[in-house]
């Protein structure tokens, strides 16, 4: 048990619909990332939030966002959703810093599995 | 376009053998790390290498970073059914951002 949970573990939706993923971190963790993971892609870096601001961008649609909230749990929110956006959606947190290079490790949650019909 | 390159993407061989997976990019990373992930899983941190040409090792598996810091290698020495999985090397890029391979899948025959 990595310490992040996520929720839901699999959604199934149709397209055009929106869905929120939900991403508590670890205790004490303040950096939370996300990735998208498919079979041909690999895991793909989306987002990631430092204490509630965003700090790197990755390959993120415009049709996709994300907040941290105070209590450090975040959100996904997917929308306009496409065939292709099925896949395993990642929630990773660290401790993080606040602007340093670190080498900290990343705890994975078990992902949300996302299939769009 | 990805930023690090795995090699080979599947790899299946006996119990007993040895085998090497590479980690390639053109881009020089502050600190590199190797994950595995299990199905149904989340990828868990095997180890981080942070200087050039360092080499660390786990029970039979060696992790190398490059001296320029561009590239890695883990090696598995006599490979057991227990090591199959997906292996994903991560660089970190900048202050923040951690990018993956796309994951070597390895299968370890009985």
């Known amino acids: 048990d990595s310490g992040v949970t996520q929720t839901p573990k699999h959604l199934i939706t149709a397209t055009g619909q929106r869905v929120t993923l939900r991403c508590s971190p670890r205790s004490g963790d303040l950096s939370v990332y996300w990735y998208q993971q498919s079979l041909d892609q690999g895991l793909q870096f989306l987002i990631q939030y430092y204490n509630g601001e965003e700090r790197a961008k990755g390959n993120i649609l415009e049709r996709f966002s994300a907040q941290q909230f105070p209590d450090l749990h975040s959100e996904l929110n997917l929308s306009s959703l496409e065939l292709g956006d099925s896949a395993l959606y990642f929630c990773a947190s660290a401790k993080g810093t606040s602007g340093g290079a670190g080498t900290g490790e990343l705890f994975f949650g078990e992902g949300s599995r996302l299939t769009v019909l | 376009t990805q930023l690090l390159e795995q090699s080979p993407q599947f790899l299946s061989i006996q119990e007993g053998e040895n085998l090497t997976v590479y980690c390639n990019s053109s881009s020089v990373f502050s600190s590199l790390q190797w994950y595995r992930q299990e199905p149904g899983e989340g990828p868990v941190l095997l180890v981080t290498?942070?200087?050039?040409?360092e080499v660390k090792k786990l029970k039979r598996l060696t992790f190398q970073f490059g001296d320029a810091r561009k590239d890695s290698s883990l090696h598995i020495t006599a490979a057991q059914p227990g090591d199959t999985g997906l292996y994903l090397c991560?660089?970190?890029?900048?202050?923040?951002?951690?990018?993956f391979g796309q994951g070597t899948r390895l299968t370890i025959n009985p």
């Open positions: 991560a660089g970190r890029v900048g202050a923040q951002k951690l990018v």
């Open positions: 290498v942070v200087t050039g040409g």
